[in-house]
């Protein structure tokens, strides 16, 4: 079923095949005085192309299907922006690990030997810069009109700009903002982590009281607004020195009061090929599209949900497998890091009442002994070492289900249950807030699992961590969950394969952030490389 994701009434199969470059009908006089936002969409269609393929491209590689990109020299499969933000959270971090052996996803996958020509970090680097960029020629475009209404879109990539930006300062940590008013090619100074973090507060700031409180699914609005700056501040000792927790449970606590969500009474739910029309809808706050037949990608969930499918071990088609038949990819496995907080063996596991314990394939079930998976990842290149996810499927929860080569299922980039969690956290950091309050939200999150509740006792930062491990690894956070609480880099805590040891070791300092990619400093002289890293 063609899902009916629309920017502003133009439906997205329409504007995604608009070509970006034909602009120059409106280049004009700003006019359109008596037209709404509607009527100016709608009479000018590439106008809308422009706003959609910005939203496109956090889920897609390029404008003509999953063998194009928008990125000249960049592969329409590897470099997506959702591979990517997979790539550099989950898989450097303790939960997942990819056994493919690639040339750079493996360094990835065992945070080790770390360079600036790893292409894994110059895609996503070169994806936030083209996604920023594009939303600069939106804002352009719409500044030569003067309907009242044309501050909706322009708040709008606005925001795509800065959550853009919000993956710069959180994993490179510096580089130019390049805005609107910058001409088309200006190698600009690098901007700090301070300067982009300033930046980053003020334009949300200012475009949070102007976003509608709900546009349509799929779209920026308030709440999105809200949930970036609850992040920013989030992580603000990390990235501006200061902490600024109690600003964060400010924001969360305004999500979750005015925002309108509520969670999905179904946990599965809201990682199925459905996700968009169940009651998983109302949890998810923004959400990156995927659609079988019009925007269809390598790197949107078909990476996560066919990159952790394999039928040498079990039946892929059961969870939807793209493509079906043998098209599993076998690649990606949790560790005991992520599927020991449920359970210390394959029976502990298998016997929790959790419902997030149950989304992991053990291979219990086998007849072959030589195909059940192993709890100990003792080689993270063995496909039986680790435990394939099966969080992210290509079935509907509801109905049946109809397979085809790419996935349905969209990719919930922010929910509502990270916030409630981003509140508990404040509050068990002694940022103010309510405790009962704060348990409350962690009790609903676990209830809604089967999992036991908790008393305030048990509310303390380090539980945090973990409950966002067991609720939402696998969905690009780990990475700076673990860096908040300094325990990604150093030895003081040790996962499998950290340094490329089965056991874990310890890693250096300046993993905190990733290199800046050759390739860019090459392009702009401006720019300096982090500590640690050589050019």
Not at 263 to 291: C, V
Not at 323 to 350: I, P
Not at 442 to 461: F, K, Q
């Amino acid at each position: 079923m063609m899902k009916t994701f629309k920017i502003h009434g133009i439906g997205l199969g329409l504007i995604l095949l608009l070509s970006i470059g034909c602009t120059d009908d409106l280049n004009t006089e700003p006019k359109g005085k008596d037209k709404n936002l509607e009527q100016l969409l709608a009479e000018q269609p590439t106008l809308a192309g422009l706003v959609s393929q910005v939203y496109g491209s956090l889920a897609l590689s390029g404008p003509s299907g999953p063998g194009s990109t928008n990125v000249p020299g960049d592969d329409p499969g590897e470099s997506p922006f959702l591979r990517g933000i997979i790539n550099l959270q989950d898989f450097t971090a303790d939960g997942m690990k990819n056994r493919w052996g690639d040339n750079g996803l493996d360094q990835l996958t065992t945070a080790t030997d770390w360079t600036n020509n790893n292409k894994f970090f110059g895609y996503l680097y070169n994806r936030i810069y083209y996604t920023a960029t594009q939303a600069n020629g939106v804002i352009n475009q719409m500044n030569l009109y003067n309907i009242s209404s044309k501050d909706q879109i322009i708040s709008e990539m606005r925001f795509l700009r800065a959550l853009a930006y919000y993956y710069l300062i959180d994993c490179f940590g510096k580089g130019p903002l390049l805005l609107e008013t910058d001409a088309p090619g200006t190698l600009k100074a690098e901007s700090t982590r301070a300067e982009i973090f300033d930046f980053l507060e003020s334009e949300l700031l200012d475009i949070e009281p102007k976003l509608p409180m709900y546009i349509g699914y799929g779209q920026a609005n308030r709440s999105t607004a809200r949930m970036l700056l609850a992040k920013l501040y989030l992580n603000a000792e990390v990235y501006r020195g200061t902490n600024r927790y109690a600003d964060a449970m400010t924001y969360a606590k305004k999500v979750i009061d005015e925002g309108g969500y509520s969670l999905a009474p179904n946990f599965g739910s809201l990682f199925q090929a459905d996700n968009d029309r169940t009651s998983a809808k109302n949890e998810i706050i923004y959400a990156l599209i995927a659609d079988s037949q019009v925007s269809q990608s390598y790197g949107n969930t078909t990476y996560l949900i066919n990159g952790s499918l394999n039928d040498i071990t079990m039946n892929a088609n059961d969870y939807g497998n793209p493509g079906g038949g043998t098209n599993a990819w076998g690649g990606h496995r949790a560790t005991k890091a992520w599927y020991g907080l449920f359970g210390n063996s394959t029976a502990a596991l298998e016997a929790s009442n959790d419902a997030r314990a149950q989304l992991f394939w053990t291979g219990s079930s086998n007849e072959d002994p030589a195909k059940r998976h192993n709890y100990e990842m003792n080689d993270y290149k063995a496909w039986i070492d680790g435990f394939p996810s099966t969080k992210f499927r290509n079935t509907n929860f509801i109905g049946t289900t109809t397979i085809a080569s790419f996935a349905n299922t969209d990719f919930p980039l922010f929910r509502l249950a990270d916030v409630y969690l981003i509140y508990a956290e404040c509050v068990a950091r002694g940022a103010g807030g309510s405790v009962s309050e704060a348990v409350g939200y962690v009790n609903d999150i676990r209830t809604r699992s089967n999992a036991t509740t908790i008393t305030a006792g048990d509310l303390t930062p380090d539980f945090v961590l973990e409950e966002r491990a067991r609720e939402l690894n696998f969905e690009g956070h780990r990475r700076t969950d673990l860096i908040r609480y300094g325990k990604f880099t150093g030895g003081s805590y040790l996962w499998p394969w950290k340094g490329g040891v089965k056991d874990g070791t310890s890693i250096p300092a300046h993993y905190n952030l990733f290199p800046i990619p050759l390739k860019a400093i090459q392009a702009n002289p401006n720019l300096t490389q982090n500590p640690g890293y050589t050019n």
